[in-house]
């Protein structure tokens, strides 16, 4: 189901494809969820659904907690081309911290805290819990439980642990499906895309997303006050999103499916 602000954002996107952003989250969005984390992909059929696009909007952008580089290199796809394909494309990376486009990467330097997260997360981890999984990511520090025997229980047990080391390294928690990340402070999705549509003087926009670090995001195209869609890539995993975004669809094939129903309206309109 459509509600009618979202009926109204993509009707706004296809009558004027040229001022519209389409901006979209990584894993569980792009990505299909995968028990580890390094072993993700993008969904086949995404580049090549995001380069359609591309030469019809002004903008397509990805929003993630991935580093760019990491992002793109799971955006290689076997056979059709790949994500760094996408014409114009911005990626966003660390929540908005690190910015690649074009090649150039423009990041702050990493918070100094995370050498302290180092070096205590692992001892903190072994008298808490089994299977858990620790990904570097060179400016964050993520603590994964899905491999867990039971990865909620696992999750609600190092929560405050994991928030009062973040506290003494001058970081944030940011929490996610199966994950606990331990960032730096004062960017997130949502002061992302807001800075995004007020550079490219966005007439409209879309963003696409399926965790909890995609609320901020749906709220700054609520508050945006142009016409905007937000769009839920559902899962049994994360239910907060369904009921604060315009349309629900199923997971990346289902995100695929409507960017290529956007594709199609907007063309559809230019014969
Ligand atoms: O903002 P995103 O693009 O959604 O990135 C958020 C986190 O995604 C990754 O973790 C998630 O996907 C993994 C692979 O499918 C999965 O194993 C894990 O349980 C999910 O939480 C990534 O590993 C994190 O670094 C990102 O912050």
Redesign the pocket.
Same mark, same amino acid.
């Given at each position: 189901m459509l509600t009618e602000t979202g009926a109204t954002g993509l009707a706004a996107i296809a009558e004027d494809p040229g001022g519209a952003v389409i901006a979209l989250?990584?894993?569980?969005?792009l990505?299909p969820?995968?028990?580890?984390?390094s072993a +993700?992909w993008i969904h086949p059929a995404a580049p090549a659904a995001l380069i359609r696009l591309a030469g019809q909007v002004a903008r397509i952008a990805i929003i993630?907690?991935?580093p760019p580089s990491t992002a793109l290199a799971l955006g290689d796809t076997p056979e059709g081309p790949d994500l760094i394909d996408v014409p114009g494309l911005l990626i966003l990376g660390h929540y908005g911290l690190e910015r690649w486009e074009g090649g150039e990467t423009v990041a702050p330097p990493p918070p100094s805290g995370l050498d302290l997260v180092r070096n205590e997360l692992p001892a903190l981890l072994a008298t808490l819990a089994d299977g858990v999984k620790i990904?570097d990511?060179g400016r964050a520090v +993520?603590v994964?439980t899905?491999n867990c025997a039971d990865p909620d229980a696992t999750l609600e047990a190092l929560r405050e642990p994991v928030a009062r080391l973040a506290e003494r390294a001058g970081l944030v928690v940011e929490p996610?499906?199966?994950?606990l990340?331990l960032r730096g402070p004062g960017m997130d999705k949502g002061r992302a895309l807001h800075a995004l549509l007020a550079e490219t003087a966005a007439r409209s926009v879309m963003f696409v997303g399926?965790?909890l670090?995609d609320l901020a995001a749906f709220a700054a195209v609520a508050d945006s006050g142009l016409p905007g869609v937000r769009v839920c890539s559902g899962s049994s995993e994360v239910a907060e999103l369904t009921e604060v975004c315009d349309v629900v669809v199923d997971g990346p094939a289902g995100v695929v499916a409507l960017l290529e129903t956007l594709h199609k309206s907007i063309a559809s309109r230019d014969q």
């Open positions: 989250d990584f894993d569980g969005t990505a969820i995968v028990s580890d984390p +993700a993630t907690g991935r990904e990511k +993520a994964h899905r996610g499906r199966k994950v990340e399926d965790d670090g």
